[in-house]
């Protein structure tokens, strides 16, 4: 992908075989050490943070219900939300939370944010039975802390709505990346196993990473194609001819290619986060029974990346057999940059007692405490935290702690450093975003860097 200004170079490698896929136990460069540091709580089922890169020092904390509050830069949140889509519609919320994985999933603002006051949502949308709704705001200058319910109607724009078959891995996470695109993580769209088979169709935006430009010359239009997503002529019309062509020429010709994919095979992207030092892009795919896998895409990719999904589960081949593809079964795509397993690996396992997980989900790549370029991992049942960095000849995954949270999402703030949300929502006994207990927001700190009255996360080693 080509970023907006030069950078620094990763020498970081995309794994060709599995026996270069990092795992747990791995030690990264000057064995660094980190806390949690809590910065706010109260949130309802929070799911995203961002920051509106404005030099106001503010953090924008997404609640799965419906709302963004605000947390100020001393730590205090803000009465009144930023923006509250529960009171837009006159029937009620606009936003559907009938299950766990659906809600307000993300914010994100517009690299113009400071000049046009644009800000874009995705969310499932209950008008639209669950369908992910992405949307674009505009702040109103005089009010820049509130969206008014009057303000937010007058200003949306709807930029995208993808449909979903069933309730489950609907991805979420949107970001802008170096190259001034909006970034859309799409997951294969529900159930088990990839029933609608999206991840390997390029004719579907489910299972994907999208790309698309929300700065159209025309403005009525709601994005355009970036000329250089990898599809973006795939599918055109053109003349059939027989004859004169080269088979890399008709390679390059699919006739149902959505012109908005910039990679496929994925399961549920729900968390993704680029390196605001190199460019590079990490992806959290939130895996099925067994795996949970950790993408690395270099800034220099151009898109069009197979991750695999649903001919593979990680390193390994799905349907799961407990054998890594290459034994019993070949790659398809490209391999992930590090897995972790459940508590039981492969069907008929026995449990582990350390090192499992069920659901990565990033929350950003850390570029201080001794750390370049370490993208940190948080899961969602264990609260383990892991940092998986490049040690100049491979891939480290390193186990930090084993905490007692629930990590959903994280982000940057405009400082550069990373912050984690986590949630208490129970999969199988969630009682609603506004009645499961609240959840907090967290900054990664070197641990010679947390302050002395600081309330740290509780780990168990």
């Not at 747990?24 to 706010?40: F, H, I, T």
């Not at 850390?366 to 960095?389: E, F, H, I, K, P």
Request: charged share 20%; glycine share 12%; hydrophobic share 35%.
């Amino acid at each position: 992908m080509a970023l907006a200004s030069a950078g620094a170079v990763s020498a970081a490698e995309v794994p060709q075989t599995t026996d270069q896929v990092a795992k747990p136990g791995g030690s990264l460069p000057g064995n660094p050490e980190v806390v949690l540091v809590k910065v706010a709580e109260g949130f309802s089922d929070p799911t995203n943070v961002a920051n509106a890169g404005d030099d106001s020092g503010r953090l924008f904390v997404v609640e799965r219900v419906g709302r963004i509050k605000i947390v100020n830069p001393d730590g205090s949140v803000k009465e009144d939300p930023f923006l509250d889509l529960t009171n837009i519609n006159p029937l009620g919320n606009d936003v559907q939370t009938g299950f766990v994985e659906q809600g307000l999933y993300s914010v994100a603002f517009d690299p113009n944010f400071k000049d046009n006051g644009y800000f874009y949502v995705h969310y499932a949308s209950l008008p639209f039975n669950g369908d992910g709704m992405i949307v674009r705001f505009q702040i109103d200058p005089d009010s820049p802390d509130v969206m008014t319910p009057e303000r937010t109607n007058e200003t949306a724009k709807v930029i995208m709505r993808i449909e979903q078959p069933w309730y489950n891995h609907n991805g979420g996470q949107i970001e802008f990346g170096p190259d001034g695109y909006l970034y859309i993580g799409s997951g294969d769209g529900g159930w088990e196993g990839d029933p609608y088979e999206a991840g390997q169709d390029l004719a579907t935006p489910l299972g994907k990473i999208l790309r698309i430009d929300v700065h159209p010359d025309d403005d009525s239009r709601p994005y355009a194609i970036p000329k250089d997503n990898p599809f973006a002529e795939a599918a055109k019309e053109q003349l059939m001819s027989l004859f004169g062509i080269t088979e890399e020429q008709f390679s390059k010709i699919k006739t149902r290619a959505i012109p908005e994919t910039w990679a496929y095979g994925v399961r549920n992207p729900y968390e993704f986060s680029f390196d605001p030092k190199t460019g590079d892009l990490f992806i959290a795919d939130v895996g099925q029974n067994h795996w949970e896998e950790i993408i690395y895409q270099p800034a220099s990719s151009k898109g069009g990346e197979n991750y695999g999904w649903a001919r593979m589960e990680g390193i390994y081949c799905h349907p799961m057999t407990g054998d890594p593809a290459g034994e019993d079964c070949a790659v398809v795509g490209v391999l992930p940059a590090a897995v972790y397993p459940h508590q039981t690996p492969y069907p008929g396992a026995g449990e582990l007692s350390d090192g499992y997980g069920c659901s990565a989900q990033g929350l950003g790549v850390v570029n201080y405490g001794g750390m370049d370029g370490v993208y940190m991992v948080g899961d969602w049942c264990s609260g383990r935290l892991w940092g998986l960095g490049w040690d100049g000849s491979k891939w480290q995954f390193h186990e930090f702690a084993q905490t007692d949270l629930q990590f959903t999402a994280g982000g940057y703030g405009e400082d550069g450093a990373v912050y984690a949300v986590s949630a208490n929502n129970f999969y199988l006994a969630d009682e609603g975003p506004e009645a499961n207990p609240p959840g907090a927001l967290w900054r990664v700190t070197p641990a010679g860097d947390v302050p002395a009255d600081a309330e740290v996360a509780r780990t168990a080693k």
